[in-house]
T-cell receptor, first 108, second 116 residues
Framework: GQQVMQIPQYQHVQEGEDFTTYCNSS?????IQWYKQRPGGHPVFLIQ?????EVKKQKRLTFQFGEAKKNSSLHITATQTTDVGTYFC????????FGKGTSLLVTP | EPEVTQTPSHQVTQMGQEVILRCVPI?????FYWYRQILGQKVEFLVS????????KSEIFDDQFSVERPDGSNFTLKIRSTKLEDSAMYFC??????????????FGPGTRLLVL
């Protein structure tokens, strides 16, 4: 499977601030998926990006796939306390390799 | 919307006992997975299952573990003789397809296993 590094590992923001997490691979990715895990919850699929330069939006969440298909980002505009959780861009092969993800804490 | 279900939600067992964790994957999915997450740690892949046989497994998935699809709907993980370090949340997941092109995986709510 391909190895994907994600930064930052932790982010603490005030409610209303923006948040971005980045995933970087040394090799070209065929696709990238994003998942979210709430504290005490299970991983939940958010989105899959396939095309070079692809941008997809889900309400306040914007997902981008780099032109070279080696990096991706998730940007949350005006965070809310419901955004709390860990966001993952697992590297994929025969299974998902989750890594540590980015843990987001939002304080009111 | 279809979802993966898991039973029980919590299981407490004595060290050395056998446990069976049950999952009902999404009905038209062909690939099934087990992952585990030790408290405070990352989600780890255990095993994938396709066409009634194991397709991949991690080094965690040793001889104490086995998987089965006993009928057309259930997918089970058996731990033969539980150890303290088996205490974790166990997630079942399923996907329509799998292999090198990773299809989206849908996770169940998990079974929290505590070995005493």
């Amino acid at each position: 499977g391909q190895q994907v590094m994600q930064i930052p590992q932790y982010q603490h923001v005030q409610e209303g601030e923006d948040f971005t997490t980045y995933c970087n691979s040394s090799t070209t990715l065929s696709n990238i998926q994003w998942y979210k895990q709430r504290p005490g919850g299970h991983p939940v699929f958010l989105i899959q990006l396939v095309k070079s330069g692809e941008v997809k939006k889900q309400k306040r969440l914007t997902f981008q796939f780099g032109e070279a298909k080696k990096n991706s980002s998730l940007h949350i505009t005006a965070t809310q306390t419901t955004d709390v959780g860990t966001y993952f861009c697992p590297s994929s092969g025969y299974a998902l390799n989750f890594g540590k993800g980015t843990s987001l804490l939002v304080t009111p | 919307e279809p979802e993966v279900t898991q039973t029980p939600s919590h299981q407490v067992t004595q060290m050395g006992q056998e446990v069976i964790l049950r999952c009902v994957p999404i009905s038209n999915h062909l690939y099934f997975y087990w992952y585990r997450q030790i408290l405070g740690q990352k989600v780890e892949f255990l095993v994938s299952f396709y066409n009634n046989e194991i397709s991949e497994k991690s080094e965690i998935f040793d001889d104490q573990f086995s998987v089965e699809r006993p009928d057309g709907s259930n997918f089970t993980l058996k731990i033969r003789s539980t150890k303290l370090e088996d205490s974790a949340m166990y997630f079942c997941a399923s996907s329509r397809t799998g292999g090198a092109w990773s299809e989206t995986q849908y996770f169940g709510p998990g079974t929290r296993l505590l070995v005493l």
